[in-house]
């Protein structure tokens, strides 16, 4: 197939899978808080209510307020066509490799966090403040176990990385492997805002975060947002899928290959899902000031990871 | 025109300007006119003398005296410093021409215009020295030049104090210099630099490590390592703008120049451990420069305590490059030197950006506390914009110049996994982590500097009654916003440049591994890739996508002017905004055992204890260094002088008599060894 | 040999997986987690000495192995959750040291038993063994230092044991039978004391915060 016609197919499926994996993880919450939940569809239903909304703008805003949900989005974006979904040699693979996508992540949440201070409210400059902080905290075990994974794959490019694991077989789970997997999934709790880091679902001025960034936008913007939000979830996921189990995405671009890896894919980050909203569900939100704690257990899981990898095979 | 003639040609500009600032003294205007015309024509012509070094040959330049030898020598890696003071330089001066109109009538023009073409001079010839005494001189004028420079508001006090900081700080760092000099030309018998080169050969390996550590004290304190750089945000910021853009954007890389000189070239970067010093030290100044900055609400000092940061990074590019030499690995110093380089390049135009920013900011608000600011994106838009672009640079956010280079900085990290030795592996890898977490918490800085005194409404009649600053000004800044993206997105075609002036130094030539068709790979496109041009066309080419989206699937909407939501209160005015003190607060709080900080809250009652009428919130974080290693020390040094003060009668008699006693000591002496 | 390098990636994870129930002994705050990660720890030390004595053959391993199941993972922190419950501590555990410098020492040990053992030439599974004996070793004696409860020094003493046992049960397969029954009987009797003198401990300062026990200098 045209590379551009698979770039462009990555993105649509991005932007159309994004709001599943956010109704999946409800789903699975409400039944282990044993509600019935709403539909899996419902984050669709959302967005699409929200885009046909007016908006209503603070009239403190400047430019920033609103250029940062369409930046934030085209980044997220943008991040995405880095990363392998359903096709391990996509076409824009070698324009960056993971530190990118980290790096173009954290320009959306960059001007996520501008916009947030942009209207005056202290709700805002709370949440953009938080924000930032927990990003912080975040970034120096995320970047030790991008080093651990390179290290053992032999690359930071994720086309080459979901390659490599996937021609290993069942010896790709070395401990090194597996301790930087739990790393990168504490890692990913922050990242997309769950509990015990962040609570997507609250607004209640003491604990959110990325709540209280987006308060002021509503609307069209708000759904531009909320789908951001949504695609980096989906973003995070499928790393964590595509770096650890990548078995059953398509090695070359052929339509049946490719229709499988969509199902593995969707399956594989269901299951992800749905062992993010059992970790949510049993854990209690912890307070700001102990999220370093639980930062640094994953900075020195990939530490572990690295040092044992050295010690093991560098000898 | 020859090597020769622009080399000379910009000197003899700068001296024209220095003059005739002298001259025009009185006249404000045409004075700082030529002067900073002059300078940026002779900036120009630096440009190109040194792309013509960098692309052709070296230039030298000798003239033997019978005392002494002294000479110019541009290689490619001066060339590359030069390069860095040239651009920088030409865009600071046009922008001095609007800024100094603030000065006009309330200070003394040419003599800020003379200091002004002098010190970029000085720079100059710094970086092309060839001889340890005429480097001396030169860097002994640049020092002084810039000691002026910084007391040039010498009416307030604290102006004075830290002139009187950073001239104390910069002489010790002379000191060491000169002690590393003397070190490396005992073992050449000459000063000329050209000899150091071969006299370190045969020299013991005690004394090279003397050598460098000297140089390492002396250059670093210039650079502004931790614990030495704590004239660093004092100075810098008393400095006005257009020279603090200067002195931080590229003064304190000509000690990175001399950095690299002296252990690359001199000393051929041959021991582990010099490397493994330099990357620790290295990595605690970039974090602990970020976290000082993050406690900052002065944007100089803010910007300041960046500098500390950055020139972290790049040593760290610089000291990994010197692991990789000392063990044998010529190619990947030459990539971690191909980071440090191309970092030192984006700082130096990203900073200078963004202290031409704050300059802006403080031409027209008159305050330095971003504090007070704030709104003033809508009041002054180009400067905002330019100060957006130089914070997402230094932030190191794609597809920007900063990404870039810590791009580069990150993978010459991780080739360190081709080293032999398991644990300057696993200390190369850790600074990993200080690198990531550095500059996530620049990223945080970034977004309190420019949403605390860009965004929401005004926080002061100041911020209220601001306004755009003139054209001259922002052209400046424009030029270096559109250097970093340039550097940003067009990264590969620089990278030829770099790797030029690194191969010599390390021995090797990686541009085929690591510049591939548009894009940067590290030293093998398996190994990990970025192409910053495509990402920036991603970026560009995704912008419709959600306007497509939001057309297809929601139709046309409308948007309302409100109110900010207030939790239904009727009040929302800059006091309820959200402080830059609040928003570091996180951090102050994870950060506790470093900063130390303590508050102090004061309430008065309006009568009764139960209707409060005022509170005043004050907190303060402790200036550790400043406390514990610098106290000491000064009083240390009060208490020595006070004991020596006994031999001090001021009686001319006692004096004559030391003169005696030494006279005669020295006379037994030569006798008993004679 | 040959069998030993034939479960070694095996031992890799285990050996990786007992360094991170050190780790989470360091990195947790409450009691009862302290005592399930020590638990977790000593399941994997009893499995580390199974596949030692499945690969070697030599059965006196596999009582080893069992006698480290029964007591270090069932009897032992049965015995510390029984204390918790009866003197009704707090489940906190207070600590001189928090919990993210903790972690960086921790890691910084890991490095430094592996600097001290590296000098010694070693194939490259005996190599990581050894590094994490060590370093268990050097981590307990840490929470021992760096924790307030009577409790948690106990459980780091018992941390430093399991560690000893991980390097001679890697490197040597094993002390011979009747010595490791001997440690096995002190450790077992180890924590039966402690126990008693936590109770005692307890009821004398109505805390088992070891702080305490500086009032006792008069």
């Known amino acids: 197939m045209n590379p551009v016609a698979i770039a462009i197919f990555q993105m649509l499926v991005i932007i159309a899978l994004a709001p599943l994996l956010s109704g999946i993880m409800k789903k699975v919450k409400a039944f282990f808080q044993i509600r019935k939940g709403a539909s899996i569809f419902q984050p669709y239903y959302d967005i699409a209510k929200l885009l046909k909304k007016d908006s209503v703008v603070s009239e403190n805003a400047s430019w920033i307020f609103h250029a940062a949900p369409v930046i934030s989005f085209v980044a997220i974006l943008a991040a995405g066509m880095l990363i392998p979904i359903y096709i391990s040699d996509m076409p824009f693979g070698f324009a960056g490799d993971l530190i990118a996508i980290v790096y173009l992540l954290a320009l959306a949440r960059f001007f996520t966090a501008l916009a947030s201070l942009d209207t005056g409210s202290s709700f805002g400059g709370m949440g953009g403040s938080r924000e930032m902080f927990v990003a912080s905290m975040v970034e120096p075990a995320m970047m030790l176990s991008i080093f651990a994974i390179a290290l053992n794959v032999g690359s930071t490019n994720l086309d080459v990385i979901s390659q490599t694991v996937s021609s290993r077989g069942f010896s790709a789970f070395s401990p090194y492997h597996l301790l930087a997997f739990v790393a990168l999934f504490i890692i990913a709790i922050a990242e997309t805002g769950r509990i015990p880091v962040d609570n997507p679902a609250t607004h209640l001025e003491l604990t959110m975060i990325h709540e209280a960034m987006i308060l002021e936008y509503s609307g069209k913007q708000l759904a531009l947002v909320e789908l951001g939000a949504m695609m980096r979830n989906l973003l995070v996921f499928s790393l964590l899928a595509n770096i650890f189990f990548p078995w059953g995405i398509a090695s070359t671009a052929s339509v049946a290959g490719i229709a499988a890896a969509l199902v593995a894919f969707v399956i594989k980050i269901a299951v992800l899902g749905a062992a993010m909203a059992v970790v949510e569900t049993s854990t209690a939100k912890w307070r700001l000031f102990r999220l370093p704690d639980l930062l640094s257990i994953s900075l020195m899981l990939s530490f572990l990871a690295l040092v044992s990898f050295i010690i093991v095979k560098g000898g | 025109m020859t090597g020769s003639d622009l080399f000379f040609g910009l000197v003899v500009l700068f001296l024209i300007g220095a003059a005739s600032s002298v001259v025009l003294n009185k006249k404000d205007r045409i004075c700082s006119y030529i002067s900073f015309i002059s300078a940026a024509i002779a900036s120009l012509l630096g440009i190109i003398f040194s792309f013509s070094v960098i692309l052709g040959n070296n230039f030298v330049f000798n003239v033997s005296g019978t005392f002494l030898n002294f000479g110019f020598f541009v290689d490619k890696l001066s060339a590359f410093f030069i390069l860095i003071i040239s651009i920088t330089a030409f865009a600071v001066s046009i922008y001095s021409t609007g800024y100094v109109k603030e000065y006009f009538g309330k200070k003394n023009i040419g003599y800020l215009c003379f200091l002004y073409n002098i010190f970029i001079l000085s720079m100059v010839l710094v970086v092309s020295a060839n001889n340890a005494l005429m480097f001396l001189i030169v860097w002994e004028m640049m020092s002084i030049i810039s000691y002026f420079l910084v007391v040039y508001e010498h009416e307030k006090p604290e102006t004075r104090k830290a002139g009187f900081i950073y001239i104390v700080m910069t002489h010790i760092g002379t000191g060491f210099i000169l002690l590393s000099f003397l070190i490396l030309a005992s073992g050449s018998a000459s000063f000329s630099f050209e000899t150091f080169r071969a006299g370190v050969l045969t020299m013991p390996p005690l004394l090279r490590d003397a050598a460098f550590l000297f140089a390492l004290i002396g250059f670093g304190t210039k650079a502004g390592i931790v614990p030495l750089h704590i004239w660093l945000p004092y100075a810098h910021p008393e400095a006005p703008s257009n020279v603090s853009a200067l002195m931080s954007g590229v003064m304190i890389k000509t000690a990175i120049y001399m950095l690299i000189r002296v252990s690359f070239d001199f000393l051929g970067a041959s021991v582990l451990w010099w490397g493994v010093l330099l990357l620790i030290i290295a990595s605690a100044s970039a974090l602990l420069g970020v976290m000082y900055a993050l406690m900052e609400h002065d944007i100089k000092r803010l910007l300041a305590f960046h500098s500390v940061e950055n020139i972290g990074i790049i040593l760290i590019g610089v000291s990994v490059s010197m692991i990789f030499m000392s063990t044998g690995h010529p190619e990947l110093a030459a990539f971690g030197l191909i980071a440090a380089l191309y970092h030192t390049m984006n700082h130096a135009i990203f900073k200078s950006l963004l202290f031409m920013g704050a300059g802006s900011l403080i031409f027209s608000t008159h305050t330095k506390n971003i504090e007070e600011m704030g709104g003033l994106l809508k009041k002054m838009p180009w400067t905002g914009m330019f100060f957006l672009i130089g914070s997402i640079a230094i932030s190191a956010l794609p597809p920007l110049n900063g990404f870039v280079s810590e791009w580069l900085t990150f993978h010459a990290q991780l080739l360190s996994i081709n080293l032999s030795d398991n644990i300057t592996k696993i200390i190369v890898l850790s600074s990993g982590a200080a690198l990531a977490l550095t500059s996530a918490l620049a990223a945080a800085c970034f977004v309190k500097a420019f949403g605390i005194s860009f965004l929401a409404l005004p926080r002061s009649e100041h911020a209220r009654n601001a306004s755009e600053a003139p054209g001259s000004m922002l052209f400046g800044m424009g030029i270096l916003s559109l250097l970093c993206i340039a550097l940003g997105v067009l990264s590969f075609y620089f990278l030829p440049v770099l790797d030029s002036i690194a191969s010599p130094l390390s021995g090797a030539s990686v541009l085929p591994k690591v510049a591939f068709d548009l894009s940067l790979a590290a030293l093998s496109p398996q190994a990990g890739s970025i192409s910053t041009i495509w990402i920036f066309l991603l970026l560009f080419v995704f912008v419709p996508v959600p306007f497509l989206l939001s057309l297809a699937l929601g139709g046309r909407t409308k948007a309302r002017t409100y109110e900010t939501w207030g939790c239904g209160q009727p009040v929302c005015t800059a006091r309820n905004e959200y402080t830059a003190t609040g928003f570091s607060k996180p951090i102050r709080m994870w950060g506790s055992g470093i900063y130390r900080p303590h508050r102090e809250i004061q309430t008065s009652y309006a009568g009764s204890p139960f209707f409060k009428e005022r509170f005043t919130f004050d907190t303060q974080i402790e200036p550790i260094f400043e406390k514990y290693f610098y106290e000491p020390i000064t009083r240390l040094a009060f208490f020595v002088s006070r004991i020596l003060k006994v031999i001090q009668t001021g009686s001319i008699h006692i004096y004559l008599l030391y003169i005696f006693i030494t006279l005669v000591i020295a006379l037994i002496y030569v006798g008993v060894g004679g | ?218």
């Open chain 3, 1 to 218: 040999m040959s069998e030993i390098v034939l479960g070694s990636g095996i031992m890799q994870l285990l050996i990786s997986l007992i360094l991170v129930s050190t780790f989470l002994i360091l990195g947790s705050t409450r009691l009862y987690s302290c005592v399930r990660a020590f638990g977790i720890q000593s399941f994997l030390l009893a499995c580390v000495a199974g596949i030692v004595a499945y690969s070697t053959g030599k059965y006196d391993i596999y009582v080893v192995s069992i006698l480290t199941l029964v007591i270090k993972a069932l009897v032992i922190p049965y015995i510390f959750i029984y204390i918790i419950r009866e003197i009704k501590v707090k489940r906190e555990i207070a600590l001189y040291v928090g919990i993210s410098p903790s972690l960086i020492i921790g890691g910084i040990l890991v490095v430094i038993s592996y600097y001290l053992i590296r000098s010694i030439n070693l194939i490259e599974l005996s190599s990581f063994a050894l590094s994490a004996s060590m370093s268990m070793v050097a981590i307990g004696l840490f929470i021992m230092i760096s924790r307030k409860k009577a409790i948690m020094q106990m459980l780091g003493i018992l941390v430093m044991e399991n560690g000893l046992f991980l390097g001679a049960i890697s490197l040597t397969y094993g002390m011979p039978l009747l010595v490791e029954l001997g440690i096995f009987f002190d450790v077992l009797i180890g924590a039966l004391i402690m126990g008693i003198m936590i109770f005692r401990i307890n009821r004398t300062f109505e805390s088992i915060d070891t702080d305490m026990l500086k009032t006792l200098i008069g």
